[in-house]
């Protein structure tokens, strides 16, 4: 018996990635997997967009910036990113949870809380291509629309088994 991810055919979307990471590990992996890669100067350096899922991703790597946190520059070029991008998150690049990347992340979360940005933290390339590619995948067009015939299908299920609804209508 076929399971479903040996019947349904692989996802493959179009992203748009700045070109300072034309050789970076993920953009190989994603070309790997068969998305379209359109690299692009025009879009902030770091930066994976789904343009079919609305999202955008900046990978940002604590290890490339300097020691002093506050000259480097990382909040503002943040906010600029979440003000282009309505559906931006932040792609947290660390190895391993040493004490400078745990402060980063502190401020980050701190600076941002209540905006509509979203932190994934990830240690490895392949969690960042997983992460990238889950989230866009929810967001595609086609894709979205199963998740909410599944999840209506889900709530009339719910409803109809419902005890209270069986109470209703005893009462009535």
Same mark, same amino acid.
């Given at each position: 018996m076929a399971t479903q991810k040996e019947t349904s055919p692989q996802w493959k979307t179009t992203i748009i990635v700045s070109t300072s990471l034309q050789n970076h590990e993920t953009n190989r992996i994603l070309s790997a997997?068969?998305?379209?890669?359109?690299? *692009?100067?025009?879009?902030?350096?770091?930066?994976?967009?789904?343009?079919?899922s609305g999202i955008a991703f900046l990978l940002v790597d604590p290890q490339d910036l300097p020691e002093s946190f506050d000259e480097s520059g990382l909040i503002e070029r943040i906010q600029t990113f979440i003000e282009v991008h309505r559906n931006s998150f932040l792609l947290l690049y660390s190895p391993f949870n040493g004490k400078?990347?745990?402060?980063?992340?502190?401020?980050?979360?701190? *600076?941002f809380f209540g905006s509509n940005?979203?932190?994934?933290?990830?240690?490895?390339?392949?969690?960042?291509?997983?992460?990238?590619?889950t989230?866009?995948?929810?967001?595609?067009?086609?894709?979205?629309?199963?998740?909410?015939?599944?999840?209506s299908l889900a709530r009339a299920h719910v409803i109809e088994s419902s005890p209270v609804w069986e109470m209703l209508s005893d009462i009535l």
């Open positions: 997997q068969q998305h379209r890669i359109r690299l *692009s100067d025009a879009v902030e350096a770091g930066a994976f967009i789904f343009p079919l400078k990347e745990l402060e980063i992340l502190s401020v980050i979360q701190r *600076s940005l979203r932190i994934l933290p990830v240690r490895n390339n392949a969690e960042i291509v997983k992460g990238m590619l989230a866009a995948k929810a967001t595609s067009k086609p894709h979205v629309d199963g998740i909410w015939d599944r999840m």
